[in-house]
């Protein structure tokens, strides 16, 4: 139990486009979803909190006009990347918190490389 | 959520038990304990959390000391497979969910 998917797992994009990553929890719905971004060698970094039916939570430093969540049902959430630039290349996670629940259970992730 | 601080590798002789340690002392009585894992290039696993008393599931078992300053996770039999990084995060019972990554300890089974 507890399964969360991402796709795409990796993606390559030219500077400029958008690009869009899906998070579903398969088998458990999900009230609140968060996304992380890793760089290399370093640790995750919250970007943001999405709850369903609602506005995303964006830490500080993330601009929310240019990572767009969507949290539109109980088991799918989205982030695009609008306008991506190499230096948003990186490893894209979420995690999905069951409702009622208090642990977080993550994708496999989404490597981005923007050319 | 209080920090929490872990060495930052350590090796293991496979099928011997691997003792994680991890310091929290700031810890306050609504927090609780996760230990998280990531094996290289894929995202973070859940292994085990506890408030007070130890855990233990079919992955781990939690070692919480009584002052819950400090925590052990034990894996009981480490396989190659168990090579990763390993999160001790603490985190407010009930808050806003989110979780704090710190370096972790890279857990290195050697055969």
């Known amino acids: 139990g507890a399964v969360v998917s991402q796709h795409p797992s990796w993606v390559i994009c030219k500077s400029g486009t958008s690009v869009k990553i899906e998070c579903r929890s398969l088998?458990?719905?999900?009230?609140?979803m968060f996304w992380y971004r890793q760089f290399p060698k370093q640790s995750l970094m919250l970007m943001a909190t999405?709850?369903?039916?609602?506005?995303?939570?964006?830490e500080q430093g993330v601009e929310k006009d240019k990572f767009l969540i969507n949290h539109a049902s109980l088991t799918l959430s989205t982030l695009t990347v609008t306008s991506a630039h190499p230096e948003d290349s990186s490893f894209y996670i979420c995690?999905?918190?069951?409702?009622?629940?208090?642990?977080?259970?993550f994708g496999p992730g989404t490597r981005l490389l923007v050319l | 959520d209080a920090k929490t601080t872990q060495p930052t590798s350590m090796d293991c002789a496979e099928g011997r038990a691997a003792n994680l340690p991890c310091n929290h002392s700031?810890?306050?009585?609504?927090?609780?304990v996760y230990w998280y894992r990531q094996i290289h290039s894929q995202g973070p696993q859940y292994i085990i959390h506890?408030?007070?008393n130890n855990e233990t599931n079919e992955m781990a078992s939690l070692i919480i000391t009584e002052d819950r300053k400090s925590s052990t996770l034990i894996l009981p039999h480490a396989t190659l497979r168990d090579t990763a990084v390993y999160y001790c995060?603490?985190?407010?019972?009930?808050?806003?969910?989110?979780?704090?990554f710190g370096k972790g300890t890279l857990l290195t089974v050697n055969p």
């Open positions: 088998d458990f719905q999900a009230t609140t």
């Open positions: 995060i603490v985190r407010s019972r009930g808050s806003n969910y989110k979780l704090t």
């Open positions: 999405s709850n369903e039916g609602s506005k995303a939570t964006y």
């Open positions: 995690s999905a918190k069951l409702a009622g629940g208090e642990t977080q259970y």
């Open positions: 506890g408030l007070k």
């Open positions: 700031t810890i306050s009585g609504n927090e609780y």
